[in-house]
């Protein structure tokens, strides 16, 4: 079976439970022939803040994968070039491990009995039906986004320094820009000091609220790991449950995370 860094289930599939909440920002290649395809998809994406890029075939697809890096991509199975298999191929012969993007194959909801597992031999990660819709496509990026922040946690990473730089690059090279980078690590850590003064209060109101500003600045910076726990002590602090995240931890979390941002700035 092929090596591939994130697997999901492989299948046409059809979501029916309720849409899954938002993964963090990931980099999207979009390989798809039909334009009305192309606009539908893209535009789902760019509403749930990803940044997508579109390729109209599957050889434009490999030559923007051998420039630049990307977390995801969608392909048709049945592109006339360069099919889905194929492009999984020529990604597992072309680039490291640690730089292949999960690959979801967008095909009709009908399809050989055995194509579950050729698609699997060829490292794709999963396959929907087109059109692509929110409530199939949202669960699978959800779980690339997991895994991707599990890889940099076990790197010793808290910070996607991609995702990072890409925030420092959109504020442009003036001279205010880093004084507004060192003002949103200041927000996080603020942040955390806030809810740590809500909880002590037992006000599980100004918690929640002080969980949702710090997920929102977490992961536009690209702490991806600390936005995803804060997201949970959110969820738990609105639906009076017990807390889903250690605030010990998160507080741990967050001082590596401000570290890590404040030595890239440095550089």
């Given at each position: 079976?092929?090596?591939?860094?994130?697997?999901?289930?492989?299948?046409?599939?059809?979501?029916?439970?309720?849409?899954?909440?938002?993964?963090?920002?990931?980099?999207?290649?979009?390989?798809?022939?039909?334009?009305?395809?192309?606009?539908?998809?893209?535009?789902?994406?760019?509403?749930?803040?990803?940044?997508?890029h579109?390729?109209?075939?599957?050889?434009?697809?490999?030559?923007?994968?051998?420039?630049?890096?990307?977390?995801?991509?969608?392909?048709?199975l049945?592109?006339?070039?360069?099919?889905?298999?194929?492009?999984?191929?020529?990604?597992?012969?072309?680039?490291?491990?640690?730089?292949?993007?999960a690959?979801?194959?967008?095909?009709?909801?009908?399809?050989?009995?055995?194509?579950?597992?050729?698609?699997?031999?060829?490292?794709?990660?999963?396959?929907?039906?087109?059109?692509?819709?929110?409530?199939?496509?949202?669960?699978?990026l959800?779980?690339?986004?997991?895994?991707?922040?599990?890889?940099?946690?076990?790197?010793?990473?808290?910070?996607?320094?991609?995702?990072?730089?890409?925030?420092?690059?959109?504020?442009?090279?003036?001279?205010?820009?880093?004084a507004?980078?060192?003002?949103?690590?200041?927000?996080?850590?603020?942040?955390?000091?806030?809810?740590?003064?809500?909880?002590?209060?037992?006000?599980a109101?100004?918690?929640?609220?002080?969980?949702?500003?710090?997920?929102?600045?977490?992961?536009?910076?690209?702490?991806?790991?600390?936005?995803?726990?804060?997201?949970?002590?959110?969820?738990?602090?609105?639906?009076?449950?017990?807390?889903?995240?250690?605030?010990?931890?998160?507080?741990?979390?967050?001082?590596?995370?401000?570290?890590?941002?404040?030595?890239?700035?440095?550089?």
């Amino acid at each position: 079976m092929a090596e591939r860094s994130a697997v999901v289930p492989t299948g046409p599939q059809r979501g029916t439970g309720p849409e899954p909440q938002q993964a963090g920002p990931l980099r999207v290649l979009v390989a798809q022939g039909e334009r009305a395809d192309q606009a539908a998809t893209l535009e789902l994406l760019e509403r749930r803040g990803h940044n997508s890029h579109l390729a109209a075939n599957g050889r434009a697809a490999l030559a923007a994968l051998m420039i630049r890096r990307f977390d995801v991509v969608l392909v048709d199975l049945d592109l006339p070039d360069l099919d889905a298999c194929d492009l999984a191929g020529a990604v597992r012969d072309n680039l490291p491990l640690a730089a292949r993007p999960a690959l979801v194959a967008l095909g009709a909801s009908s399809g050989p009995p055995d194509r579950g597992a050729a698609l699997r031999d060829a490292g794709i990660a999963a396959c929907i039906a087109r059109p692509v819709r929110a409530d199939e496509l949202f669960p699978i990026l959800a779980r690339v986004a997991a895994a991707r922040a599990a890889e940099h946690a076990a790197a010793g990473d808290t910070v996607d320094l991609d995702i990072f730089a890409r925030f420092r690059a959109g504020l442009g090279a003036d001279e205010g820009a880093e004084a507004i980078v060192d003002d949103c690590i200041a927000a996080v850590e603020h942040g955390v000091a806030r809810l740590a003064e809500a909880v002590g209060a037992g006000d599980a109101e100004t918690a929640a609220r002080a969980c949702h500003d710090l997920k929102s600045t977490a992961l536009m910076l690209g702490a991806v790991s600390l936005s995803e726990q804060a997201r949970a002590l959110e969820r738990s602090y609105r639906e009076g449950r017990s807390p889903a995240v250690d605030l010990a931890a998160l507080a741990a979390s967050s001082a590596d995370a401000c570290q890590q941002m404040r030595r890239a700035s440095a550089r």
